[in-house]
């Protein structure tokens, strides 16, 4: 399984950009990349997924380079609503073994 | 659509006392996990569940904690006896399994259990 490396907290600004990246130099050819969002007291949401390339919704944006080996969680114009702390996962899906590994996550503090 | 819901929202108990949580999926979900939060850390799947049968319980401390799915729907998750460091918050999740159309297997999380073993 591959294992994921993320920074322990951010800080930032409401309006900014936050970019969050993710390691995970072991990723497997069938692997998948999904970020979650959680907020004190509730239980994680799914924000985003990918496998390559860009993906874009209405929240989000997730980057992953050609090598796979990284990626990175776009917020736009961040608001305090967004502090949280951001999980990064990377597994099999397609074949139904998605093996579900949070890591300790990072936490976004965004100040007015 | 209903929500994945758990009940209790909050359990205070004393070690070596019995606890049980409930959680029901969402409906149509086949696959349902449990995980235990501990306080400044992300969850950790102790089981998970593939309709009735069991795909992944190999972080389960099988001497005291139990779970079961009855009818590949609802699941409860037991501890007996508690101990101090059983004190985390319980999230149950559940998801579409591959296969059922679901182009990502996102997992929809319930509000989870808080639980105090004092």
């Known amino acids: 399984l591959a294992k994921t490396t993320q920074p322990i907290s951010m800080d930032s600004y409401e309006g900014q950009e936050v970019n969050i990246t993710c390691s995970h130099n072991n990723i497997a050819t069938n692997d998948y990349i999904t970020w979650y969002q959680q907020f004190p007291s509730q239980g994680p949401r799914f924000i985003i997924q990918?496998?390559?390339t860009k993906v874009t919704n209405e929240v989000a944006s997730l980057f992953i380079p050609a090598d796979r080996k990284s990626s990175t969680l776009s917020l736009p114009r961040v608001s305090l609503s967004d502090t949280a702390v951001y999980y990064c996962?990377?597994?099999?899906?397609?074949?139904?073994?998605?093996?579900?590994?949070f890591g300790a996550g990072t936490r976004l503090f965004v100040k007015a | 659509e209903a929500g994945v819901a758990q009940s209790p929202r909050y359990k205070i108990i004393e070690k070596r006392q019995s606890v049980a949580f409930w959680c029901n999926p969402i409906?149509?979900?086949?696959?349902l996990y449990w995980y235990q939060q501990i306080l400044g850390q992300g969850p950790k799947l102790l089981i998970q569940f593939q309709n009735n049968g069991v795909v992944d319980d190999s972080q389960l401390p099988k001497d005291r904690f139990s779970a079961e799915r009855l009818k590949g729907v609802d699941s409860t998750l037991k501890i007996q006896p508690a101990k101090l460091e059983d004190s985390a918050v319980y999230l149950c999740?559940?998801?579409?399994?591959?296969?059922?159309?679901?182009?990502?297997?996102?997992?929809?999380f319930g509000p989870g259990t808080r639980l105090l073993v004092l």
């Open positions: 999740a559940s998801s579409l399994y591959p296969g059922q159309g679901a182009l990502e297997e996102t997992q929809y």
């Open positions: 990918g496998y390559k």
């Open positions: 996962l990377v597994g099999d899906i397609p074949t139904g073994g998605f093996k579900t590994i």
């Open positions: 409906s149509g979900h086949a696959t």
